[in-house]
């Protein structure tokens, strides 16, 4: 089966500093999208980023940017300059093979932010 | 009606009864996706509408589960005979028209408690 895999269930920040949320995946698709979604406590899911495949240039969202190794088949999200307001789960998603858009989420990953 | 709008919110319930989630979707889009997140997991794919497709109804867990799109808007999900592993957050998002390179809109989730 497709799985997406976030080896860091919980991940701490100090306030202004960076930090990188790691996500491996596996597809056998070639072209295909990421996904990494923010889900704070009021439970909605709110994207935050995402990267076409078939693109080599990583995507950026101001302070939010991906590293994406297609050979690796990894895809980590960095927070820089991180804020309170960035305590969240995040979640790492993928296109489903074969799918019209559905995705495959991973465990995902609780950031929290210290003052 | 800005965003995907789900109901109830909370739903408390007893152990064998059947339950009914709603989900109304953005105007105007025409793919809906149900999923379920159980306690400190990702989310797992239940059920996909697009337009006046056939559903995929490839990710539900069982017979018990069903859902239904009525005049390509809103959706109902719901579960019989109701058992506590069936406790989670149902999530509902919709896409303009369900392909790879749209994000979908989650709403806020049902969050079901089976005693």
């Known amino acids: 089966a497709q799985t997406v895999t976030q080896s860091q269930p919980e991940m701490s920040v100090q306030e202004a500093e960076t930090v990188t949320l790691s996500c491996t995946y596996d597809?056998?698709?070639?072209?295909?999208?990421l996904f990494w979604y923010k889900q704070p406590p009021s439970r909605q899911m709110i994207l935050v980023i995402r990267?076409?495949?078939?693109?080599?240039q990583n995507a950026t969202e101001n302070r939010f940017s991906v590293n994406f190794q297609k050979a690796a088949k990894s895809f980590s999200l960095k927070i820089s300059d991180s804020q309170l307001g960035d305590a969240a789960m995040y979640f790492c998603?993928?296109?489903?093979?074969?799918?019209?858009?559905?995705?495959?989420f991973g465990k995902g990953t609780k950031l929290s932010v210290k003052p | 009606g800005a965003g995907v709008s789900q109901s109830p919110s909370n739903k408390v319930t007893e152990k064998g009864k059947d339950v009914e989630l709603r989900c109304d979707p953005i105007?105007?889009?025409?793919?809906l996706y149900w999923y379920r997140q159980s306690l400190g997991q990702g989310l797992e794919f239940l059920i996909y509408?697009?337009?006046?497709?056939?559903?995929?109804k490839s990710g539900l867990p069982s017979d018990r589960f069903s859902a239904e799109r009525t005049g390509g808007s809103v959706s109902t999900l719901t579960i019989q005979r109701t058992q506590q592993e069936d406790s989670a957050v149902y999530l509902c998002?919709?896409?303009?028209?369900?392909?790879?390179?749209?994000?979908?809109?989650f709403g806020d989730g049902t969050r079901l408690s089976i005693l």
């Open positions: 998002a919709s896409s303009p028209m369900g392909q790879v390179n749209q994000p979908q809109h």
């Open positions: 597809t056998s698709e070639s072209d295909y999208y």
């Open positions: 990267q076409e495949a078939y693109k080599q």
């Open positions: 998603a993928v296109t489903r093979e074969g799918s019209q858009g559905n995705l495959i």
């Open positions: 105007s105007g889009h025409t793919a």
């Open positions: 509408f697009q337009g006046n497709s056939a559903p995929d």
